[in-house]
């Protein structure tokens, strides 16, 4: 079957930096994304990795590991407007559905 | 560029009633996505049109739902009929073909079964 896990729930406080982990097991892989979706809102593009290393956008940065079948979202200068739920998402062929994790809700204190 | 369009935002149906819900994907993109997303989960996929084609509709549950694209542009999702358990958010996402083919999606449809 598919799995992608991550974390559930995270805090951190205005200011700060926090990475939010994805380990995925798909048959096949084509790309991993991230959204950031805020409560009763759409999910929104954040960023798209389909090769290994760091994708860089601001205060948001993702990284990819396709040997280890590891991401992770860099979010620096934390705000709190990025109090949202963190949906990691794989697509496994070009042209396919993504199939998403649960999603990591992160509060954001000040 | 305007971006996916969804109506109803919010419907409110009794169980055994039908529903439908409508999406207007970005101009341009020929892929179409209506996704399922429960209460604290990610969405899931219910079909896919590649323009007026459903190329992959192997998770509706086809004894209650039904879609079209007709056209190749906008769809309909109608769920005939509705139990408890169909009570969710239904989005319609859209992305055009090429290198990433990111997914865009709308604000979606709050459903409410009583």
Redesign the interface.
């Known amino acids: 079957g598919q799995n992608i896990d991550q974390p559930t729930e995270m805090t951190a406080t205005e200011g700060a930096i926090v990475q939010i982990n994805c380990t995925y097991q798909t048959s096949g892989f084509n790309g991993l994304f991230w959204y950031q979706q805020h409560a009763g809102e759409a999910p929104t593009f954040l960023s798209y990795n389909v090769l290994d290393g760091l994708e860089e956008k601001g205060r948001f940065s993702s990284f990819l590991s396709r040997s280890k079948g590891y991401s992770y979202l860099l979010l620096k200068e934390l705000q709190m407007k990025d109090s949202a739920s963190y949906l990691c998402a794989v697509r496994r062929q070009a042209g396919t559905a993504l199939i998403f994790g649960k999603g990591t809700t992160l509060s954001v204190s000040s | 560029e305007a971006g ?1 369009v969804q109506s109803p935002r919010y419907k409110i149906i009794e169980k055994k009633q039908p529903v439908a819900f409508w999406c207007n994907p970005i101009s341009g993109h020929n ?1 179409l ?1 209506w ?1 399922l997303q429960n209460l ?6 219910l079909i ?1 049109y ?1 323009n007026e084609e459903a190329v ?1 509709d192997s998770q509706l549950p086809k004894d209650r739902f039904s879609a079209e694209r007709l056209k190749g542009v906008d769809s309909t999702l109608k769920i005939q009929p509705a139990e408890l358990g169909d009570s969710a958010v239904y ?1 319609c996402a859209s992305s055009r ?1 090429g290198q ?9 449809t ?1 459903l409410l079964v009583l």
């Open positions: 996916v892929t996505y996704y604290g989960q990610g969405p899931e996929l896919r590649e992959d989005l073909q990433s083919e990111t997914q865009y999606f709308g604000p979606g709050r």
